[in-house]
């Protein structure tokens, strides 16, 4: 199955579908799924990579148990999945906006790494470096209560994929969209893993006199070039211009 992943665009695409059913609502994960499992591709050993899914992340598997009634007798109980969908779904984060993963804790991890400075420091360094991060802390809190909480710092590119992710949401929340095209439209043009080329280019115009150099227009322009679905060369442009 390796081999079919890397060398063909429509197992790469199926296999896409199973980490897209996080962004579908609670109540549709089993139709996603369902429509997983109808368009899977002729691939030897797929079929137990899904079932692996199922029973793992979505519906649980089946265990034999003994009926109270009649020892002889033998039932199916389902049993919860190990990592049922509520653990991995991100539909509600991406609707609110909210972190959907834990990078702001390995931004912590680092921060402090950095503070620390090496290993095995002394008590006394590590209450310090406590009181440096408590004083950060107490910082953005008050920031926060006055209004002023520091804005997250994220390329273009990733702040138009979140839009792009959280308006699919909007759609199938609101029947816009049914799974089967969110399922689909959540591959088209993923910024943040096939960027390929990225070109910025900026442009100033320049007023020469005698006595001085004025700066009037500044114009950014940048152009992502990602794949679709079908392996296809999208171009997105993006433009600002600023007077200065």
Same mark, same amino acid.
């Given at each position: 199955?390796?081999?079919?992943? *890397?060398?063909?665009?429509?197992?790469?695409?199926?296999?896409?579908? @199973?980490?897209?059913?996080?962004?579908?609502?609670?109540?549709?994960?089993?139709?996603?799924?369902?429509?997983?499992?109808?368009?899977?591709?002729?691939?030897?050993?797929?079929?137990?990579?899904?079932?692996? /899914?199922? =029973? &793992?992340?979505?519906?649980? &598997? /089946?265990?034999?148990?003994?009926?109270?009634?009649?020892?002889?007798?033998?039932?199916?109980?389902?049993?919860?999945?190990?990592?049922?969908? %509520?653990?991995?779904?991100?539909?509600?984060?991406?609707?609110?906006?909210?972190?959907?993963?834990?990078?702001?804790?390995?931004?912590?991890?680092?921060?402090?790494?950095?503070?620390?400075?090496?290993?095995? =420091?002394?008590?006394?360094?590590?209450?310090?470096? +406590? *009181?440096?991060?408590?004083?950060?802390?107490? &910082?953005?809190?008050?920031?926060?209560?006055?209004?002023?909480?520091?804005?997250?710092?994220?390329?273009?590119? !990733?702040?138009?994929?979140?839009?792009?992710?959280?308006?699919?949401?909007?759609?199938?929340?609101?029947?816009?969209?049914?799974? %089967?095209?969110?399922?689909?439209?959540?591959?088209?043009?993923?910024?943040?893993?096939?960027?390929? &080329?990225?070109?910025?280019?900026? =442009?100033?115009?320049?007023?020469?006199?005698?006595?001085?150099? =004025?700066?009037?227009? +500044?114009?950014?322009?940048?152009?992502?070039?990602?794949?679709?679905?079908?392996?296809?060369?999208?171009? @997105? !442009?993006?433009?600002?211009?600023?007077?200065?």
């Amino acid at each position: 199955m390796t081999g079919d992943y *890397q060398s063909r665009d429509d197992v790469r695409h199926w296999v896409g579908v @199973l980490d897209r059913l996080a962004f579908l609502p609670l109540d549709k994960v089993e139709d996603g799924l369902r429509h997983v499992r109808d368009s899977m591709p002729d691939v030897a050993g797929i079929d137990d990579l899904l079932t692996y /899914f199922d =029973q &793992t992340y979505v519906r649980g &598997t /089946f265990r034999r148990v003994r009926c109270a009634s009649n020892p002889l007798r033998m039932r199916l109980q389902r049993t919860s999945p190990l990592y049922p969908p %509520p653990v991995w779904n991100v539909y509600d984060a991406t609707c609110c906006g909210t972190e959907r993963t834990n990078n702001s804790c390995e931004g912590w991890n680092h921060g402090m790494a950095g503070l620390v400075g090496h290993q095995h =420091q002394s008590v006394f360094h590590l209450v310090s470096v +406590l *009181q440096q991060d408590a004083a950060v802390a107490e &910082t953005v809190i008050i920031q926060d209560a006055r209004g002023q909480a520091p804005a997250k710092r994220q390329r273009l590119v !990733v702040q138009l994929h979140q839009r792009r992710l959280q308006q699919l949401c909007f759609d199938v929340r609101d029947g816009r969209k049914t799974v %089967p095209e969110t399922l689909n439209a959540a591959f088209i043009g993923q910024t943040c893993s096939q960027v390929l &080329t990225v070109r910025v280019q900026v =442009q100033v115009q320049v007023l020469a006199s005698q006595v001085k150099v =004025q700066v009037l227009n +500044l114009r950014v322009q940048v152009q992502v070039q990602v794949r679709d679905s079908m392996s296809q060369p999208v171009f @997105l !442009v993006i433009s600002k211009s600023f007077q200065l």
